[in-house]
Each structure stands twice: as structure tokens, then as C-alpha cells.
């Protein structure tokens, strides 16, 4: 039997004690598929505190490089976050031919050009299925179950803090505050939530997605990106009564013109399968050319599902040594030598169409001037909807457009806000129809 592969766990939080519980629990099972044990041998965490598994036989600090330099560390797993020491740890590793495995997608996604170069030119394995969709075994299903096609689209529930916040909003009529503090109990937020709550998050994941399904660099910027802390229980409402449910999707579509990233909140038809997947549950629909339509559906975030998908990397790191590189499957799924740059399309070309909700004054003719104000612009309405206001209310009136590219809607919304009649607070969302 082999020696046992030693393991330098960089965090301790929820991921990294989710790491601790799997290895244990499934530590047969794991031994069976590899022929070796995979063991922690040194931890770094800042709050010990926070810990409930057993430590014992373990070596723990709060300095994350010395461990990594450690000889009694072959493999790092990078479960810290941030930037600036997860950053230094992984480069240190890979400068001394360690493998590492990490959740960081904000790391990957804004960083990664360098440190993919710098593992590529080292030679060494980098994992980051955890980094996307938390369980969901999304990477190596796109990099690898999918690379007989070129792949034209993927799109999905991407960040599980956004998805349980509206899954509370829509279902229990929770407040938005009161969704993210739970989210915030459960495990599932960043330690910044705005980068949940503001699209951050998923546009990192949207990024790391684009670049493994297209071969394209790692372009974080050219993600366009909108979050939901400005959906309102109204437009909730609103939207189930027109039959759809509101999910903060990431969409990147490729098309001869080039390739689009986008986050946004979104209403979906509520008799498609994406508009059924609630609370912290991810969903990725992706699109080959020879496959068609596939779906992948799973735990996005918490320290179980995330740690199954590092340990899962950690299996093909312990399979993978010794082998020459050019031998492995490549890290970001093409070639290094063959990622291309592709044209990155602004936003303000994509077209779909829009749910729009206007607070207009309770008066006559204004429907009447709010439909020819869209007609004017050559824009067609999908559905509609009014409200009685209350007593000294203003009234409510919400519409689905057909599509329109983004430039033209925002445009023609413009000349609706300045009718003397719509009052402030109007919403805009897009909507998305999944063909399969
Ligand atoms: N929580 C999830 O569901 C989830 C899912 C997928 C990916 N991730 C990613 O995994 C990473 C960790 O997330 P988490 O939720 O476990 O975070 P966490 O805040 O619960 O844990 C972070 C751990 O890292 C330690 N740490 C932070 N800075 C350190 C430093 N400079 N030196 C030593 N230790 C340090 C902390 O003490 C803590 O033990 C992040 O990159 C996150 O984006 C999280
Ligand atoms: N904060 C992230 C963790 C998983 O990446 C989410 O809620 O999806
Ligand atoms: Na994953």
C-alpha cells in the first residue's frame, strides 16, 4: 500500500471542516478509489474557535505560508477566500510543485490568467470544482463529459445565497434582510455578502464557466452584471401573477459576433425547470452542438456539497501524480496554448425581452399613453397588468415586452419616466425563456 498523501487544509471554516468531516467519513471509500489514505497533516485558521471537528494529530497555526512550505505537505487545499495570502499560498505551493485545490472563484476569476500560467509552467494540477456551483460536478462535466462539442451557451442558477434569499422572498414572504441573515447562518454567503447579493459572486463563476466552455481567457470585467438587492416583494408578486418566478441567473452565449457574459436577475416562466430550483439548489443548462440541451442540478453552497467537490479534486490530483502534464486533462479544459481571445459584446446589443413596472398616478389615459409610448418605439407587449391602488394611491402597472435589444428598451423607458404621470420606483427585469 502506499504512503498517504499529505494534505495542507488553508482554512477551517465552513468549507474547510466540511473537508475534515468528508475525508473522515468516506475515508474507505476514498482509500478504494485512489490505493492510498489522503490525510490532513497541517491546518491554518485565524479562528479556531469556530471549529467542531477533532484536531488531534494534526498540526494547526494561524500562518498559512509556513504550512505550505511544510515538507509534511504535498497537496494544498485553499479554502481561506480572499485575495492577497490565498493568492501568495497558491503561487507559493505551485513554486514548489505542490498541487492545489481550491473554492476561491473570486481569486480564479480575477487572478487566474497569472495563476493557471504560473501552474501550467510548473507543471502542476490545479482543482477548482468547488469554486463552481459548490457540489455540482459542473467543471469536470463541461471540461470533460462535454468536450466532444463546442459548447454555443450555458446559463443558471449560480450563487445558492441569492437563490435561497428569493426562494424565502417568494415562498415564506420572508424580508430580504431577514433571507440573508439566515443565508449568513447556514453557511452559504460569502464573508462579504454584497458579492452575493450584488452579482459578484456569480459573475466570478460565470467567468471561470466561459472560459472552460469556450477556451477564452478568464474575463472577469467583461462580465456585465446586476444583483437582486433591488428586487422588491412586489415584483415578486407581480411576477407569479403573470406565471413566472425571479432567479439571479449567469448567461454566456456565444455566437459568430463573439461572446456574452451576463448576471442578472431574471424572470423565467414558472413550467420550466429552472424556475422550480429553490433555495440554496444550483441549476446549469449548458449547450453543445452534438448534445443538445443538459442539465445539472445539486447543492451550490454549504460545507458538505463544497467539500465533496474538493475532495473529488483532491482523488484526481492523488491519481494524477506522476503523470506528465501534457498527459493530464487540461486544467481550464483546452490547450494552454490554445486559448483564444474572442470579442466581448456589450451588453446593450443582447436582446430579450423585459418586465417593466411602472408607479403611475390613478388617472385617465394612462395606460393609453404608456402602451403608444412603446408602440412609438417599436416595442410589442407580451402581456399587462394593472393594479387599483388603494385610496389616494398611486397605481401600479406592469407589462412584458417581446424582445428588444437593451439599448432600445432603456431608451424607451426613459421617455416612460418622463411622462408627468409615472412617479419614481419603476423596476426593470429581464426575462429569459429556456428553449430545449
Ligand atoms: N461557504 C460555501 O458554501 C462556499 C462554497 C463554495 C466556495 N466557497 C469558497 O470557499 C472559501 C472559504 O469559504 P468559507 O465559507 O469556508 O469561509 P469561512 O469564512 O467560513 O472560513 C474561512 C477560513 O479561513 C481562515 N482564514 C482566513 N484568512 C486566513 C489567513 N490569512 N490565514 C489563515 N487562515 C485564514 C479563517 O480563519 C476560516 O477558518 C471562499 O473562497 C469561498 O468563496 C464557499
Ligand atoms: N456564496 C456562495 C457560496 C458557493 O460558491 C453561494 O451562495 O453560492
Ligand atoms: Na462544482
Known sequence: MSTPLKIGLMGLGTVGQGVLRVLRKNADEIERRIGRKLVVTHIATKDLDRNSESLEGITV????????????????????????????????????????????????????????????????????????????????????????????????????????????????????????????????AEADPTFDVEGVDAAHKLTILASIAFGIPLSFGAVAREGISKITAQDIQIALTLGYRIKLLGIAQRSDAGVSLRVHPTLVPDDQLIAKVDGVVNAVVVNGNAVGQVGFYGRGAG?????????????????????????????????????????????????????????????????????????????SIEAILQKEPREHEDATVALITSAVKESKFDAAMQRLLALPFVREGASRIRVEHFKS
Open 303 to 379: 460545507g458538505d456539497p463544497t467539500a465533496s467537490a474538493i475532495v473529488a479534486d483532491l482523488i484526481d490530483v492523488a491519481r494524477s501524480l506522476g503523470v506528465p502534464q501534457a498527459q493530464r486533462v487540461p486544467v481550464l479544459a483546452f490547450q494552454p496554448g490554445a486559448m483564444k481571445a474572442l470579442p466581448l459584446l456589450a451588453i446593450a446589443d443582447i436582446e430579450s425581452c423585459y418586465y417593466l413596472r411602472l408607479r403611475v398616478a390613478d388617472e385617465p389615459g394612462v395606460l393609453k399613453a404608456i402602451t403608444g409610448t412603446l408602440a412609438e418605439s417599436d416595442i
Open 61 to 188: 497555526s494561524d500562518d498559512a505560508l509556513t504550512c505550505v512550505r511544510s515538507a509534511d505537505v504535498d497537496v494544498v487545499v485553499e479554502v481561506m477566500g480572499g485575495y492577497n495570502i490565498a493568492k501568495q499560498v497558491t503561487l507559493a505551493a505551485i513554486e514548489r510543485g505542490k498541487p492545489v485545490v481550491t473554492a476561491n472563484k473570486a481569486l480564479l476569476a480575477e487572478h487566474g490568467n497569472e495563476i493557471f500560467a504560473a501552474a501550467a509552467k510548473a507543471g502542476v494540477g490545479l482543482g477548482f470544482e468547488a469554486a463552481v456551483a459548490g457540489g455540482i460536478p459542473i467543471i469536470k462535466a463541461v471540461r470533460e463529459g462535454l468536450a466532444g462539442n463546442r459548447i454555443d451557451s450555458l446559463a443558471g442558477i449560480i450563487n445558492g445565497t441569492c437563490n435561497y434569499i428569493l426562494t424565502q422572498m417568494t415562498v415564506k414572504g420572508q424580508t430580504f434582510a431577514d433571507a440573508l441573515s439566515d443565508a449568513q447562518k447556514l453557511g452559504y
